[in-house]
T-cell receptor, first 111, second 112 residues
Framework: EAQVTQNPRYLITVTGKKLTVTCSQN?????MSWYRQDPGLGLRQIYY???????DKGDVPEGYKVSRKEKRNFPLILESPSPNQTSLYFC??????????FGPGTRLTVT | QQQVKQSPQSLIVQKGGISIINCAYE??????FPWYQQFPGKGPALLIA?????SEKKEGRFTISFNKSAKQFSLHIMDSQPGDSATYFC???????????FGKGTRLSVIA
Protein backbone atom coordinates (compact mmCIF):
# COMPACT_ATOMS: atom_id res chain seq x y z
CA GLU A 1 0.00 0.00 0.00
CA ALA A 2 1.31 3.42 -1.02
CA GLN A 3 1.65 5.51 2.09
CA VAL A 4 3.53 8.01 4.23
CA THR A 5 4.23 6.80 7.74
CA GLN A 6 5.21 8.83 10.76
CA ASN A 7 6.43 7.75 14.16
CA PRO A 8 5.59 8.31 16.88
CA ARG A 9 1.95 9.30 16.47
CA TYR A 10 1.81 10.85 19.93
CA LEU A 11 4.66 12.20 22.03
CA ILE A 12 4.81 14.04 25.32
CA THR A 13 8.22 15.34 26.29
CA VAL A 14 9.91 17.96 28.42
CA THR A 15 11.62 21.17 27.45
CA GLY A 16 15.13 20.66 26.14
CA LYS A 17 15.03 16.92 25.57
CA LYS A 18 16.08 16.19 22.00
CA LEU A 19 13.62 14.23 19.91
CA THR A 20 13.24 12.90 16.39
CA VAL A 21 10.04 12.29 14.48
CA THR A 22 10.55 9.85 11.65
CA CYS A 23 8.87 10.00 8.25
CA SER A 24 9.04 7.39 5.54
CA GLN A 25 7.34 7.03 2.15
CA ASN A 26 7.20 4.01 -0.15
CA UNK A 27 6.17 5.80 -3.36
CA UNK A 28 9.66 6.75 -4.60
CA UNK A 29 8.77 10.44 -4.39
CA UNK A 30 11.49 13.05 -4.82
CA UNK A 31 9.77 15.76 -2.84
CA MET A 32 9.16 15.58 0.92
CA SER A 33 8.17 18.21 3.43
CA TRP A 34 7.20 18.83 7.04
CA TYR A 35 4.30 20.96 8.23
CA ARG A 36 2.95 22.00 11.56
CA GLN A 37 -0.75 22.60 12.09
CA ASP A 38 -1.99 24.94 14.77
CA PRO A 39 -5.55 26.17 15.41
CA GLY A 40 -6.29 29.29 13.40
CA LEU A 41 -2.94 29.19 11.62
CA GLY A 42 -3.54 26.37 9.17
CA LEU A 43 -0.66 24.37 7.73
CA ARG A 44 2.73 26.00 7.88
CA GLN A 45 5.72 24.48 6.17
CA ILE A 46 8.79 23.86 8.31
CA TYR A 47 11.29 22.36 5.85
CA TYR A 48 11.15 20.70 2.48
CA UNK A 49 13.44 18.57 0.36
CA UNK A 50 13.45 18.38 -3.43
CA UNK A 51 15.70 15.32 -3.45
CA UNK A 52 18.34 13.41 -1.51
CA UNK A 53 20.79 15.75 0.23
CA UNK A 54 18.75 18.80 -0.88
CA UNK A 55 16.79 20.56 1.83
CA ASP A 56 15.44 24.08 2.22
CA LYS A 57 13.69 26.16 4.83
CA GLY A 58 9.97 26.68 4.77
CA ASP A 59 8.02 29.38 6.57
CA VAL A 60 8.77 28.36 10.18
CA PRO A 61 12.16 26.56 10.34
CA GLU A 62 13.40 27.98 13.64
CA GLY A 63 14.06 25.28 16.23
CA TYR A 64 13.93 22.41 13.74
CA LYS A 65 16.44 20.40 11.74
CA VAL A 66 15.99 17.89 8.94
CA SER A 67 18.13 15.55 6.90
CA ARG A 68 17.54 13.64 3.66
CA LYS A 69 20.15 10.93 3.37
CA GLU A 70 17.82 8.47 1.67
CA LYS A 71 15.00 9.12 -0.75
CA ARG A 72 12.37 7.42 1.36
CA ASN A 73 13.18 9.00 4.75
CA PHE A 74 12.92 12.58 6.00
CA PRO A 75 13.26 12.83 9.79
CA LEU A 76 12.38 15.96 11.73
CA ILE A 77 14.71 16.76 14.61
CA LEU A 78 14.00 19.05 17.53
CA GLU A 79 17.35 19.60 19.24
CA SER A 80 15.95 21.48 22.24
CA PRO A 81 12.15 21.43 22.18
CA SER A 82 10.22 24.27 23.76
CA PRO A 83 6.53 24.57 24.71
CA ASN A 84 5.83 26.74 21.62
CA GLN A 85 6.64 23.70 19.49
CA THR A 86 3.62 21.89 20.90
CA SER A 87 1.68 21.18 17.73
CA LEU A 88 0.37 18.64 15.25
CA TYR A 89 3.04 17.72 12.74
CA PHE A 90 2.53 16.30 9.25
CA CYS A 91 5.01 14.85 6.85
CA UNK A 92 4.14 14.84 3.16
CA UNK A 93 5.64 13.52 -0.04
CA UNK A 94 5.07 14.27 -3.70
CA UNK A 95 6.39 13.07 -7.05
CA UNK A 96 7.25 16.64 -8.09
CA UNK A 97 5.74 19.12 -5.66
CA UNK A 98 2.22 18.99 -6.99
CA UNK A 99 -0.13 16.54 -5.31
CA UNK A 100 1.14 15.95 -1.82
CA UNK A 101 0.41 12.79 0.13
CA PHE A 102 0.23 13.45 3.85
CA GLY A 103 1.09 11.15 6.70
CA PRO A 104 -1.29 10.53 9.62
CA GLY A 105 0.28 13.20 11.84
CA THR A 106 2.28 13.33 15.05
CA ARG A 107 0.80 15.14 18.03
CA LEU A 108 3.65 16.59 20.07
CA THR A 109 3.30 18.12 23.52
CA VAL A 110 6.28 19.84 25.12
CA THR A 111 5.89 20.62 28.83
CA GLN B 1 5.03 37.71 0.41
CA GLN B 2 3.40 34.64 -1.01
CA GLN B 3 0.01 34.26 0.60
CA VAL B 4 -3.26 32.55 0.02
CA LYS B 5 -6.16 34.10 1.89
CA GLN B 6 -9.07 31.79 2.63
CA SER B 7 -12.56 32.59 3.85
CA PRO B 8 -14.67 31.95 5.79
CA GLN B 9 -12.91 30.40 8.78
CA SER B 10 -15.96 28.32 9.56
CA LEU B 11 -19.15 27.49 7.74
CA ILE B 12 -22.39 25.81 8.73
CA VAL B 13 -24.59 24.52 5.93
CA GLN B 14 -27.85 22.63 5.93
CA LYS B 15 -27.88 19.17 4.42
CA GLY B 16 -28.57 19.46 0.71
CA GLY B 17 -27.33 23.04 0.54
CA ILE B 18 -24.35 24.51 -1.31
CA SER B 19 -21.10 25.11 0.55
CA ILE B 20 -18.84 27.81 -0.86
CA ILE B 21 -15.30 28.50 0.25
CA ASN B 22 -13.22 31.26 -1.28
CA CYS B 23 -9.50 31.85 -1.72
CA ALA B 24 -7.48 34.75 -3.07
CA TYR B 25 -3.83 34.90 -4.01
CA GLU B 26 -1.32 37.57 -5.00
CA UNK B 27 1.50 35.77 -6.78
CA UNK B 28 0.70 35.69 -10.50
CA UNK B 29 3.31 32.95 -10.98
CA UNK B 30 1.05 30.44 -9.22
CA UNK B 31 -0.17 27.88 -11.73
CA UNK B 32 -1.56 25.07 -9.63
CA PHE B 33 -4.48 25.43 -7.23
CA PRO B 34 -5.50 22.36 -5.20
CA TRP B 35 -8.05 21.89 -2.48
CA TYR B 36 -7.36 19.51 0.39
CA GLN B 37 -9.91 17.90 2.70
CA GLN B 38 -9.02 16.95 6.25
CA PHE B 39 -11.12 14.85 8.60
CA PRO B 40 -10.46 14.93 12.36
CA GLY B 41 -7.46 12.82 13.31
CA LYS B 42 -6.33 12.42 9.71
CA GLY B 43 -3.85 14.07 7.41
CA PRO B 44 -5.11 16.32 4.60
CA ALA B 45 -5.94 14.57 1.33
CA LEU B 46 -6.17 16.04 -2.16
CA LEU B 47 -9.79 16.65 -3.12
CA ILE B 48 -9.62 18.45 -6.45
CA ALA B 49 -7.18 20.73 -8.27
CA UNK B 50 -7.22 23.20 -11.15
CA UNK B 51 -4.73 24.95 -13.41
CA UNK B 52 -5.28 28.49 -14.76
CA UNK B 53 -5.97 27.39 -18.32
CA UNK B 54 -9.54 26.49 -17.36
CA SER B 55 -12.14 28.48 -15.44
CA GLU B 56 -13.95 25.56 -13.87
CA LYS B 57 -13.37 21.95 -12.95
CA LYS B 58 -16.01 19.60 -11.66
CA GLU B 59 -15.64 16.23 -9.96
CA GLY B 60 -18.90 14.82 -8.71
CA ARG B 61 -20.43 17.27 -6.23
CA PHE B 62 -17.21 19.29 -5.97
CA THR B 63 -16.45 22.19 -8.32
CA ILE B 64 -13.55 24.62 -8.45
CA SER B 65 -14.25 27.98 -10.03
CA PHE B 66 -11.19 29.98 -11.06
CA ASN B 67 -11.03 33.70 -11.90
CA LYS B 68 -7.56 34.51 -13.17
CA SER B 69 -8.09 38.26 -13.55
CA ALA B 70 -9.37 38.59 -9.99
CA LYS B 71 -6.78 36.12 -8.67
CA GLN B 72 -9.47 34.18 -6.88
CA PHE B 73 -10.67 30.62 -6.80
CA SER B 74 -13.42 28.91 -4.91
CA LEU B 75 -14.69 25.50 -3.95
CA HIS B 76 -18.38 24.72 -4.33
CA ILE B 77 -19.85 21.62 -2.71
CA MET B 78 -23.28 20.88 -4.13
CA ASP B 79 -25.89 18.89 -2.21
CA SER B 80 -23.73 19.08 0.92
CA GLN B 81 -23.88 16.01 3.15
CA PRO B 82 -22.98 15.46 6.82
CA GLY B 83 -20.08 13.30 5.61
CA ASP B 84 -18.61 16.41 3.98
CA SER B 85 -18.05 17.93 7.43
CA ALA B 86 -14.30 18.48 7.54
CA THR B 87 -11.67 21.18 7.31
CA TYR B 88 -10.89 22.36 3.79
CA PHE B 89 -7.65 23.97 2.73
CA CYS B 90 -6.95 25.79 -0.50
CA UNK B 91 -3.37 25.98 -1.72
CA UNK B 92 -1.24 27.27 -4.57
CA UNK B 93 2.16 26.66 -6.05
CA UNK B 94 4.28 27.64 -9.03
CA UNK B 95 5.31 25.03 -11.61
CA UNK B 96 5.34 22.25 -9.06
CA UNK B 97 8.86 23.10 -8.02
CA UNK B 98 8.02 25.48 -5.24
CA UNK B 99 6.34 24.56 -1.99
CA UNK B 100 2.58 24.59 -1.74
CA UNK B 101 1.29 27.69 0.05
CA PHE B 102 -1.80 26.84 2.07
CA GLY B 103 -4.72 28.94 3.18
CA LYS B 104 -5.61 28.82 6.86
CA GLY B 105 -8.49 26.44 6.41
CA THR B 106 -12.28 26.43 6.65
CA ARG B 107 -14.09 24.21 9.07
CA LEU B 108 -17.29 23.04 7.39
CA SER B 109 -20.18 21.58 9.36
CA VAL B 110 -23.11 20.15 7.45
CA ILE B 111 -26.15 19.73 9.68
CA ALA B 112 -29.20 17.62 9.01
Amino acid sequence: EAQVTQNPRYLITVTGKKLTVTCSQNMNHEYMSWYRQDPGLGLRQIYYSMNVEVTDKGDVPEGYKVSRKEKRNFPLILESPSPNQTSLYFCASSPRGYEQYFGPGTRLTVT
Amino acid sequence: QQQVKQSPQSLIVQKGGISIINCAYENTAFDYFPWYQQFPGKGPALLIAIRPDVSEKKEGRFTISFNKSAKQFSLHIMDSQPGDSATYFCAASSSGNTPLVFGKGTRLSVIA
